[in-house]
């Protein structure tokens, strides 16, 4: 199979693996939530009423015409009103996308950025000393709830010696006019750091681990054996030819997290206030708001599905021991 052919046949199926997600996605609002305008409905409508407020929305046409119209305007990137807002919900969804991803995307860089060499030397020093306390220290992250770290940063850094604000994305009030005027602002960066540290100390282990595990994997190669006879120093034998080569996993994890990371962290966005994408999900499911819903989580799958067709082109660059199957 040649290369073309393989790119045309994983943007197929990705195409594909996103359709039928946006069909559940569809079904699975419409099953779940059986009056998704309760929300919008007060309490002394008649039946003539109710039923003009659904018909506003297109909730009395058949299922299957509701099914082509969702599926004609997400390909045009518009997902309908929504009920909780009364505005368009790709208007919302990418403000919140854009706070969410900032946040996200910053503590992703960090975490991989300290993770990846530093899971590349924990292999070099492996059964050391130091070993042990960096496979402690990431574990002890990773395990740990996010939104009890989050607190205890909250309650020492921001309430005990109130050196970080303790929520929110700015100082209320503010004006911008813009999204790179609200983010581009000391201000912003202040509020900023506490809830991207605390989510890169819970990204942290994933690379870390995984870097360390694969390195020890690749020592083991035929390659390493040569370089070592060549005389090649110990360094640049682990950061030139060994760690590239145990990069595909971290690729492949990146990739994911990334993905994951447009819905946000749900627990860090509430325990900060942090208007994301992650939190507008959890108020969008307690008002039975399915256009704005189906709309967030189509999104972050189209997010993860994209991610993981770039990283399967990208393992053919890395490793071109990869097949095209």
Same mark, same amino acid.
């Given at each position: 199979?040649?290369?073309?052919?393989?790119?045309?046949?994983?943007?197929?199926?990705?195409?594909?693996?996103?359709?039928?997600?946006?069909?559940?996605?569809?079904?699975?609002?419409? *099953?779940?939530?059986?009056?998704?305008?309760?929300? =919008?409905?007060?309490?002394?409508?008649?039946?003539?009423?109710?039923? #003009? @407020?659904?018909?506003?929305?297109?909730?009395?046409?058949? =299922?299957?015409?509701?099914?082509?119209?969702?599926?004609?305007? #997400?390909?045009?990137?518009?997902?309908?009103?929504?009920?909780?807002?009364?505005?368009?919900?790709?208007?919302?969804?990418?403000?919140?996308?854009?706070?969410?991803?900032?946040?996200?995307?910053?503590?992703? @860089?960090?975490?991989?950025? !300290?993770?990846?060499?530093?899971?590349?030397?924990?292999?070099?020093?492996?059964?050391? %000393?130091? $070993?042990?306390?960096?496979?402690?220290?990431?574990? *002890?992250?990773?395990?740990?709830?996010?939104?009890?770290?989050?607190?205890?940063?909250?309650?020492?850094?921001?309430?005990?010696?109130?050196?970080?604000?303790?929520?929110?994305? %700015?100082?209320?009030?503010?004006?911008?006019?813009?999204?790179?005027?609200?983010?581009?602002?000391? $201000?912003?960066?202040?509020?900023?750091?506490?809830?991207?540290? !605390?989510?890169?100390?819970?990204?942290?282990?994933?690379?870390?681990?995984?870097?360390?595990?694969?390195?020890?994997?690749?020592?083991?190669?035929?390659?390493?054996?040569?370089?070592?006879?060549?005389?090649?120093?110990?360094? $640049?034998?682990?950061?030139?030819?060994?760690?590239?080569?145990?990069?595909?996993?971290?690729? &492949?994890?990146?990739?994911? &997290?990334?993905?994951?990371?447009?819905?946000?962290?749900?627990?860090?966005?509430?325990?900060?206030?942090?208007?994301?994408?992650?939190?507008?999900?959890?108020?969008?499911?307690?008002?039975?708001?399915?256009?704005?819903?189906?709309?967030?989580?189509?999104?972050?799958?189209?997010?993860?599905?994209?991610?993981?067709?770039?990283? $399967?082109?990208?393992?053919?660059?890395?490793?071109?021991?990869?097949?095209?199957?």
């Amino acid at each position: 199979m040649t290369r073309r052919t393989y790119l045309i046949k994983r943007v197929i199926q990705a195409i594909f693996s996103l359709w039928i997600i946006a069909t559940i996605l569809f079904f699975l609002f419409r *099953m779940g939530l059986p009056d998704p305008t309760a929300a =919008l409905i007060t309490e002394g409508l008649n039946a003539e009423q109710r039923a #003009a @407020v659904r018909a506003q929305f297109g909730l009395e046409d058949p =299922l299957w015409r509701q099914y082509v119209l969702f599926l004609t305007n #997400a390909v045009q990137g518009e997902f309908g009103t929504s009920f909780s807002y009364r505005a368009p919900v790709s208007e919302i969804v990418w403000e919140r996308l854009g706070n969410t991803m900032i946040l996200m995307l910053a503590a992703i @860089v960090l975490a991989y950025g !300290i993770g990846v060499p530093l899971g590349a030397w924990l292999s070099w020093r492996r059964g050391s %000393r130091t $070993d042990t306390v960096g496979i402690f220290v990431g574990l *002890m992250f990773r395990s740990a709830p996010m939104f009890w770290t989050g607190m205890i940063a909250i309650l020492v850094f921001g309430v005990g010696l109130s050196i970080f604000p303790t929520s929110g994305m %700015r100082t209320l009030p503010y004006d911008a006019d813009g999204f790179l005027d609200k983010i581009f602002t000391l $201000d912003f960066l202040w509020h900023a750091i506490l809830p991207v540290l !605390i989510v890169a100390l819970y990204y942290l282990g994933s690379p870390l681990l995984i870097m360390r595990n694969t390195m020890l994997e690749v020592y083991g190669e035929d390659f390493i054996e040569m370089a070592r006879a060549k005389g090649l120093q110990e360094r $640049d034998i682990l950061y030139k030819h060994a760690a590239r080569n145990a990069l595909l996993p971290v690729v &492949t994890q990146l990739a994911v &997290t990334i993905g994951l990371a447009a819905g946000g962290q749900v627990v860090v966005e509430v325990v900060f206030s942090w208007p994301g994408l992650g939190r507008e999900i959890l108020n969008a499911v307690r008002t039975s708001d399915f256009p704005l819903a189906q709309a967030s989580f189509l999104i972050m799958a189209a997010f993860v599905i994209t991610l993981n067709l770039l990283v $399967d082109i990208l393992y053919t660059t890395l490793d071109p021991r990869v097949s095209f199957r």
